[in-house]
């Protein structure tokens, strides 16, 4: 397989992954930039499954850069989603109830980096465990249970804003 065609077939799976992982368009540009330098630097002979492969590499690029930043943005979304103000506008409300739908969507993001790419490994690139644990470099269990352990997770926060939102709606 050539390098274009490696770059053809994995791009979208390589952005995807970095973007759902670093939460930012242009760091999931990058990312995936240096992710297929690295593939096409490397010698691919002894590769049997390049998907699996390739992910891994964005990995542990993800990994890299986010050990290199401080969590202090992390912080900052959190105050923000917790110091929201609720008003009694109809108007508001509705615009609040949808962007309380988009920030559901992105609660992943508030997970632990280990737990986080787990559940974008198996939902967004629809990997199995076992290509998961082949990728992040764990034993098959771990990854079951960083996967079990961020269902739950996920669960827990998001039953307080379904039930916010329940609420909300009942109220119109």
Known sequence: MTDR?????????????CYYVMKNQADAEDLCQEVFVKVIMADRTKVRNMKSWILRIASNECNSVIRRRKTGWMK???HYLLSKSQDDNPVEKR????ETQEELEGLYSELPDKIRMVIVLRFINELTIPEISKVMNIPEGTAKSRLNKGLKLLNTMVAPQLKEMRSSESAY
């Open 95 to 98: 615009l609040t109830h949808r």
């Open 76 to 78: 900052e979304v959190r």
């Open 5 to 17: 065609e490696i770059f053809e077939l994995y791009r979208e799976d390589v952005y995807y992954f």
